[in-house]
């Protein structure tokens, strides 16, 4: 599972990730504030520890002062006589100079050349791998004498990696990543539901509306998602209604027409005309079967779709079509019945009126995926000279006939494909056409499983 790919991930990602580089970011602050702190609070001692040792040695007989060095605490101080000659007379660094100034005019306080790498007794090197320098004094006692003192730097603080250390970080970030966890889940959840709630208004227009809670934002998003719904199913019953209306308006003056079309003495002209009554009639009713096809009432029920295929293929052999079934049981879709079975039906009688004969077979998909449940296929293939790819997808569209076999003359209105489409969406599926070779045509009607 890719946790970036959705968008509750990518919140929670960006949360942990910018939550855990402000504390590292802090915590390097802190650190480098605290070795700042140290040094400069080392750095005053070493000067304390310099002026002590200093005026020490300046009291102590000349003879006296090696015996005491010998046995005295230096603490990262190293002394020894400097021959004369060497002094420049002036301090020159920073560190010089406050020596200077804590020793007073008594003493003489200079910077000697840098000090050498052997003049430091252990090796000290910064984060950056590079040597730190060691301080380099000479100082003249009262009695003349040039002393050399090497004072050394402080040893950078090691930082708090102790086993508790650890474990608090452990804790910081376990607890950082449930916060963040819950806070991309709480953000999300709002967006999850409203976009399931889209995807199931396809396949039911008059499902519960969404209650409307959450923050102002989520609020207002739901009320005119609702409002949008209410609006698509209002202009659907408004359809429906007004085809209804128009059928039941039309079967009485049409009823009319066909008695009077029977005293007509003209056998030739009684035909056509009767022809055209009953194409009439039919286009009427299929057009009001588009408009449930869109907005059915029924409700969903499990159903063995072998069982369904065998019934629709059984009426169709018993009203005298060359239809032949062969699939296995126990397939079982949510789906409503009598619309999944006028989806069948109009592929069926497709196949039969323009392949002369339809074969029926299903077919299982192996393939399931996060976002796709495993489906399902219905395969109808017929032996007529198929369909062109260019009007593969115009078919489906209302009253749509093409002016070879699929024309009015063979009985079609150009609504059956598109009533099958519309009520195989409405169940999470779809319609596919391919073209068989030498000849045929083979329509794929996809199912999700149950």
């Known amino acids: 599972m890719n946790i970036l790919a959705s968008m509750w991930g990518r919140v929670f990602a960006l949360l942990l990730l910018g939550v855990m580089v402000t504390a590292g970011v802090t915590s390097w602050l802190a650190l480098g504030e605290r070795e700042k702190t140290l040094s ?18 300046d009291v102590l007989p000349t003879q006296s002062r090696a015996q005491f060095l010998a046995t005295a605490p230096r603490l990262g101080l190293q002394v020894t006589k400097l021959t004369t000659g060497s002094s420049s007379g002036l301090p020159r660094t920073e560190y010089a100079r406050t020596v200077s100034e804590r020793l007073g005019k008594n003493f003489t306080v200079f910077s000697l050349a840098e000090a050498s ?42 930082p708090p990696v102790r086993q508790d250390f ?15 966890y819950l ?12 976009a399931a709630a889209a995807s199931a208004l396809g396949q039911d227009i008059n499902r519960p509306a969404l209650n409307e809670q959450g923050s102002s934002e989520i ?7 609702n409002a949008m719904q209410a609006q698509i199913r209002q202009h659907i019953a408004q359809r429906t209604h007004m085809l209804a209306a128009i059928t039941h308006d039309l079967q009485t003056p049409l009823t009319r027409l066909r008695l009077r079309l029977e005293k007509v003495q003209d056998a ?6 009767i022809g055209d009554l009953s194409a009439m009639q039919m286009m009427i009713r299929e057009g009001l079967d588009l408009a449930r096809s869109m907005d059915s009432q029924e409700q969903r029920s499990v159903l063995d779709l072998h069982s369904l295929l065998d019934s629709v293929c059984t009426d169709a052999t018993d009203a005298g079509q060359d239809v032949r079934f062969n699939g296995k049981p126990g397939y079982i879709v949510l789906a409503r019945p009598q619309a999944l079975r006028r989806c069948l039906t109009n592929l069926i009688d497709n196949a039969v009126k323009y392949g002369q004969y339809a074969e029926v077979s299903l077919e299982d998909s192996q393939l399931q995926s996060q976002h796709m449940a495993r489906r399902v296929h219905v395969l109808i293939r017929d032996g007529g000279p198929g369909i062109p790819e260019d009007y593969q997808q115009q078919v489906f569209e209302p009253f749509f006939r093409m002016e070879t076999s699929r024309s009015r003359d063979s009985g079609g209105t150009g609504l059956g494909m598109t009533i099958a489409q519309n009520i195989a969406q409405q169940h999470q599926g779809t319609v596919q056409l391919r073209n068989l070779s030498p000849q045929g045509l083979e329509v794929r009607l996809s199912l999700p499983l149950q």
């Not at 750095?43 to 002590?52: A, F, P």
């Not at 040597?131 to 004498?145: P, V, W």
């Not at 650890?166 to 963040?180: D, H, P």
């Not at 609020?219 to 998602?225: L, Y």
């Open 117 to 158: 790498e052997e003049s430091c007794p252990y090796d000290l090197r910064d984060k950056q791998k590079r040597r730190l320098q060691c301080e380099a004094l000479g100082i003249t006692l009262n009695d003349g004498t040039t002393l050399k003192l090497v004072v050394m730097p402080p040893r950078t603080p090691a």
């Open 268 to 273: 030739d002209l009684k035909d056509r005309l």
């Open 183 to 194: 806070i991309a889940r709480m953000t999300m959840r709002p967006l999850q539901q409203m």
């Open 40 to 57: 400069q609070f080392r750095e005053t001692h070493s000067i304390d520890r310099v002026e002590q040792l200093v005026r020490a040695l």
């Open 166 to 180: 650890i474990q608090y970080v452990i804790i910081l970030i376990i607890s950082i990543g449930i916060l963040a």
């Open 219 to 225: 609020r207002q998003a739901t009320r005119a998602f």
